[in-house]
């Protein structure tokens, strides 16, 4: 006997969206010129006009953070500064159910997401760096480590309101004012945070929003009165990015793409393993850095694991974010949604075997079935591209050793997972993977104490915990 899900439709009704929205600039909104529509990726609808940020934008903000940072924001005490992070924090959970419903419109997440990952982690990492700021004389930096100064922000649209929070928190806590740009497609819950900066009475100037496109990031990261900037996004602008800085006295992270490693050995428990690899690679519809979009499975549990898998995938709710039983939202944007198409066929084209559920999809709006491909070689286009999709590419080996291989044969390195029940097998595995982040018999877990970043292609530095804490400060030596 099966049982058919009721919608459980969230409700819209705390979210005010307005028709029109300018840049946040020393504690105002200021009235952009042009201006570019945001949607609703599940339907389509313009939600709302969104202030497309030119030379003068960003000037303008650039010069309110200089002005917040000299005038307010270095002459506050740490434990001051700290005061301010656990308003914004506490006023994030009191505002959760209005982001969350603001950040499924936006950016096509299931509300279960949002509700239970996005925004309780946000508010989460201003938590955590308000407990920094008053100690940071603690964190093994030394005592002569400063603020950078103005820094410049630039996220995606994967995880915009956490994006914005891994960035901003530590900027603060550690006594840097910021210039943020969130991305083209997801505006909106930043421009929401702007009112959370005015409700806990934030210094005008100390937290700017531009709003914009990648000529806007461009114009943010060239600025001479930019002291550092912090970027999450794709490879390739990452590289962009450290070309324009090099030379400069632009400090610089960058937390980029991934092509993560699902390792399963033969002696792990299956149904946990099958549990994990959908975490892994559909949460957030795959639009993540550190997705476990490779399985690379010990081939004499393939055949029993892809059954498991399929039958799994079977269940996955795909449909409106706003209700609560969906478990795979919308594809972003249309250019993402065509750049999964094309790889995918790509896959078909080289050879690969595509199985997907029966599902059907919305007719309007943005979609993909969760997708498997098996028969997968390391030469696929599949095996080696980011997808940043609803797709999974899976590769066998038969040695622990051939798996670490194929493992590590990829340009990024970014995180992996290890599926065993034996101990000792988990820590060879990760001693030998090439990854900043690897978890055993998990994957996708997320802390603000926890160091984050890669190596490789997938960046420069860490983000999280007190690793983190450091790329905000300059003269820092290591106690
Ligand atoms: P981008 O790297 O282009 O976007 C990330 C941010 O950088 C956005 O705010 C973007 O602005 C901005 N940006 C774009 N060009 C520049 C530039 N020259 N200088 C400064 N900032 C710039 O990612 P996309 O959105 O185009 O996605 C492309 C691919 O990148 C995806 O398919 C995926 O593979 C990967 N990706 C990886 C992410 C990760 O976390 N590792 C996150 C997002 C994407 P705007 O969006 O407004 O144009």
Redesign the pocket.
Known sequence: MTFEYAPAPESRASVTIKPKYGHYIGGKFVAGEKHFPTINPATEEVLSSISLGGKKDVDAAVKAAKKALDLHWSKLSGRERGKYLFRIARILQERAREFAVLESLDNGKPIRESRDVDVPLAAAHFFYHAGWADKLEFAGVGTKAKPHGVVGQ??????PLL?LAWKVAPALATGNTVVL?????T?LTALLFAEVCEQAGLPAGVVNIV???????????NHPGINKIA????????K??AE?VAGTSKSVTL????KAANLVFEDAAIDESVEGIVNGIFFNQG????AGSRLIIQESISDEFIKKLQKRMEKIRVGDPLDKNTDLGAIN?R??LE??KELSLAGDAEGAERWSPQCSLPNKGFWFAPTIFTGVTQSHRIAR?????PVLSVLTFRTPQEGIDKANNTPFG?SAGVWSEKGSKTLWAAQKLKAGVIWTNTFNKFDPTSPFGGYKE??WGREGGRHGLTAYLKGVTHE
């Open positions: 630039i996220i995606p649209w994967n995880f994006m740009k969130p991305a083209e497609t505006p709003t914009g496109d990648g000529s806007t990031g461009a114009l943010i990261v970027f999450t996004g794709s490879t390739e602008v990452g962009i990015i324009s937390e980029l793409g991934g639009h993540v850095c550190c944007s250019a993402q750049k999964i591209e980011e997808i940043f999709g970014l997938s960046g």
